[in-house]
């Protein structure tokens, strides 16, 4: 079977008939053979038992009389069968009586022992024991041998005849199965060539033609309907393709559309985004611009107390008493001496003039420590102004600072304010490492949150006004806390007063906290508030980071 497995069908087919007839006719030449051999057996049989009976019939009276000589004569009456071999008669002691033998055998022929009746195939010979019974009783026994020549001779010639039929059958099978195999191996030879057809061009049209009507017929019928589905399909499949290309074209022609869109749009975005980035710019500059207006408001206030001060000093001062007392000397000049000693007014002007002295010296003094003050927010002023300067430049200047001066700087720029409406400073400072950063910055912070405490003092009804500062030392922070007994704040502005524009007060913007808070974080730290709710006062705390240098710059808007 398997080498039969790359034979092709044609020369397959014919191996299989040739095979299946060849086998057929050998079983049946050999059953024949088998048969013949048997019924030749039987023959040989038979003819040797008659050759027995009538030796038997023959030789009685020969034993009875005990006549070998004429046993013998019997016995080569058998020359007639040219098969027996040999042959004798045993008298009935079992002793040979008479022998025969065929004159070509070369030897001298010595019986067998008696045996009992019966024959058997042995060593190419037939050899038969039959009992001599004259009248039924036992008067000795013959023995026949035969050779087996003629059956040998028939075998021969039928084996010659059945090579004979072989050939001529297996001639016959030959012409017949290469004639009838076309049946079966024509239409698969062209299903073949179909499949070759459409394994080589993918041509799905071909078919293959049906020439019978059994099951090759259907196999090719079967075969033709695939090939219909699949020329089918494939041609769904071809439009399918086709429509999908011309969707991805459409589409991609879309995509490019949408992109080019996009990027018109995302070009108008960022044209955009940089004008509000300008915008925002300006609006921060704005911003800044309004706190530092805002602060330079704050200090403008202290600015016009000292010039008030100084207005009213001047107002009241006693120069004009000095003016009139010029007046009277200049009327006696020519007699000075006269009028200062005896005159009644003359008498007074030296203790006049004295009394004068002094007060336009405590004058002097007052007016002095109103000047300082007014430099000194003259100088805050020139600093917020160059803060703003430096918000500009988007950068601030950082420098070495004690907390505590910082915090005293921002108590004297609000001083005139905080005493004017008596106001108590409790100072309450921890020893804290100096700190590195924008002072302007920072002070403009403070000022804000001790502004707004002072107002908050000055709108509660308490008698004791009082502002504590303090300054902790905390992890990696310091922190600086302004707290007040004013008004105190209700819990939901808490989160709303660091907002832009957020204020309760009258006068007020709503600036300060926003640009502290502001402020703060670009710092690098934070402003918190707490408040116990209206009437209890608030505390801000400022907390600013004690290493700045890590920061790597300070952050501006
Ligand atoms: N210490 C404080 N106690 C109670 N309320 C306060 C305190 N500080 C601020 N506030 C509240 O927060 C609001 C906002 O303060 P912010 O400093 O931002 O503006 P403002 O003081 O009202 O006006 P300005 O911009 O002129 O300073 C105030 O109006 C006030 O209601
Ligand atoms: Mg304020």
């Known amino acids: 079977m398997y080498l039969l497995r790359k034979v092709p069908i044609r020369p397959k087919l014919m191996i299989i008939a040739m095979s299946a007839s060849g086998a057929a006719l050998v079983l049946a030449v050999l059953a024949f053979l088998c048969y013949e051999w048997l019924v030749f057996r039987s023959g040989m049989v038979e003819n040797l038992l008659i050759h027995a009976a009538m030796v038997s019939e023959n030789s009685a009276a020969a034993l009875t009389f ?8 019997t016995l080569r009456a058998l020359n007639a069968d040219p098969h027996v071999t040999a042959a004798a008669i045993y008298g009935p002691d079992g002793k040979t009586f008479a022998r025969y033998q065929r004159r070509d055998l070369s030897g001298p022929f010595y019986p067998p022992p008696v045996e009992m009746d019966g024959y058997r195939f042995e060593a190419g010979s037939l050899k038969l024991f039959r009992a001599i019974r004259p009248g039924g009783e036992f008067a ?24 004979i039929v072989m050939t001529v059958s297996t001639l016959l099978a030959y012409l017949l199965s290469s004639r009838l195999q076309t049946a079966i191996s024509r239409p698969l030879s062209q299903l073949a060539k179909v499949v070759r057809v459409i394994a080589n061009e993918k041509d799905y049209s071909v078919r293959a033609a049906r020439q019978s ?19 089918s399909r494939d041609l769904a499949l ?13 589409r991609t022609r879309e995509l490019r559309l949408e992109v080019a869109e996009r990027e018109k749009a995302q070009g108008e975005l960022i044209a955009a985004h940089q004008q509000l980035v300008q915008i925002s710019r300006q609006a921060g500059m704005a911003e800044v611009a309004t706190g530092v207006l805002h602060n330079v408001g704050n200090v403008l206030n202290s600015v016009n107390v000292s010039a008030n001060l100084l207005f009213d000093h001047v107002q009241q001062s006693k120069a004009s008493s000095l003016t009139r007392v010029v007046a009277l000397l200049g009327e006696h000049q020519h007699d000075l001496g006269e009028f200062v000693t005896s005159h009644p007014q003359g008498k007074h002007v030296l203790a006049l003039l004295k009394a004068l002295d002094e007060q336009m010296a405590a004058e002097r003094a007052g007016a002095l420590q109103e000047i300082k003050s007014l430099r000194a927010n003259v100088d805050h002023i020139r600093d917020i102004v160059s803060m703003q300067q430096s918000y500009a430049k988007l950068g601030g200047v950082r420098e070495e600072i004690k907390v505590t001066d910082l915090v005293e700087d921002s108590l004297r720029l609000n001083a005139a304010a905080l005493s004017r409406h008596r106001v108590e400073i409790i100072r309450d400072y921890q020893d804290v490492p100096v700190i590195n950063i924008d002072k302007h910055k920072a002070l403009q912070i403070l000022v804000n949150l001790l502004s707004n405490a002072k107002s908050a003092c000055v709108e509660s009804s308490q008698r004791e006004k009082c502002v504590t500062l303090r300054i902790v030392n905390g992890e990696a922070r310091v922190k600086i806390l302004v707290s007040d007994n004013g008004v105190g704040i209700p819990p939901e502005n808490l989160t709303r007063i660091f907002g832009h524009g ?17 402020a703060a974080r670009e710092l690098g730290g934070s402003l918190n508030v707490h408040s116990e709710g209206p009437g209890r006062g608030a505390t801000f705390t400022l907390e600013l980071p004690l290493d700045l240098a890590d920061r790597g710059g300070i952050h501006t808007c």
Do not use: W
């Open 502 to 518: 957020f204020t309760t007060r009258k006068d007020g913007h709503g600036f300060g906290l926003h640009s502290a808070a502001l």
């Open 66 to 73: 005990n006549d070998p000589v004429s046993a013998r004569q």
């Open 238 to 250: 071809e439009e399918a393709r086709e429509g999908l290309e011309n969707r991805v074209e459409e």
């Open 140 to 163: 000795g026994t013959v023995y026949l041998q035969s050779d087996l020549g003629a059956m040998y001779t028939r075998l021969r010639r039928y084996c010659a005849i059945a090579a």
């Open 213 to 231: 009507e059994d099951e090759l017929g259907e196999l090719i019928d079967g075969f033709n309907g695939m090939l219909g589905q699949i020329q």
